[in-house]
């Protein structure tokens, strides 16, 4: 499988990364270092979303007085980030390879030229054989506009960069069709588009992290329908990103099976844009219908029934069905005092057109 490998998003929990007092684990980041070292070194371009920040200042400072979430956060990332960075340069360093640190928020994904931005940043650091270190930055983010955890993050790295394969290295070996903690379960290797794991995935979330297996899941099967293959694998195992690269068949890991539909960059942007959105369109049961049809559609006034919130030309929306569930998002072609005025009429031009457009 080596050399189907060109480009990766290497995803590292704050699990992974932290002991159980919340100090960084050197040994364990030394040794990711090493592997994603001999990945580079063999011509595999990485970009390495890490978490580890906060729990990294959380040992660090002992705040005087009680602080809310938010507050923590910022104080622990702030002192924790500089202290992450700074290991990772010295780690790298020792095998001649140079580090860049990338810090964004959710709103940075906002809009498509903030997106383009960072894209293009990324892309220069990699045809300049640089590593990037992505991570939240903490230390500006506010609950409301906080990614659900670093999984998110890297789900929008990977589709972003053109990854083939986003690899998520959490404290378990995959994803198990029962209780990991149950001997009789076991690790469920292989998951095709549609497959229903609602039996199988625990909502509860890692001491450090913010997110859990449902978002990790959630995550992984929205970048698959991308195209991009996406495993979920032990990051305490020893070698286990040389492994997976060079020999996954062998080697305990949970793999998302990517999707053969090509799907466009700004398709791409829009499928991870739900949290931008400004308002949504409600459409009617034919429409709903036609846009669950394999044709390429777009939505047209004439499926219209209501229009919910406020939105301007090129903003975001949520596509709900007749009963009330999402299908969709897409960027709107007109503001919604257009879309309102346009609501069920034929002939006339589309509300959110197909190019837009990403139906869940």
Known sequence: MKQEFTRIAVKVGSNVLARRDGTLDVTRMSALVDQIAELYKSGVEIILISSGAVASGRSEIHPQKKLDSVDQRQLFSAVGQAKLINRYYELFREH???VGQVLTTKESFGTRRHYLNQKNCMTVMLENGVIPIVN???????????FTDNDELSGLIASMMDAQTLI????????????????????IREIEHGKDLSNYIQASKSSFGRGGMLTKTNIARKVADEGISVIIANGKQDNILVNLIQDADNTLCTHFIPSNEPVSSIKKWIAHSEGFAKGEIHINDCATKVLNSEKAVSI?????THIEGEFEKDDIVRIMDYQGNQV???KANCDSTQAREAIGKHGKKAVVHYDYLYIE
């Open 96 to 98: 001649s390879i140079p």
């Open 168 to 187: 998520i290295l959490s404290n378990i070996d995959g994803i198990y069709n029962g209780s990991p903690a149950d001997p009789s379960s076991s690790v």
């Open 136 to 146: 939240e930055n903490d230390t500006i983010s506010v609950s409301e506009l906080m």
């Open 300 to 304: 047209l006034p004439v499926g219209i």
């Open 328 to 330: 969709g998002v897409g």
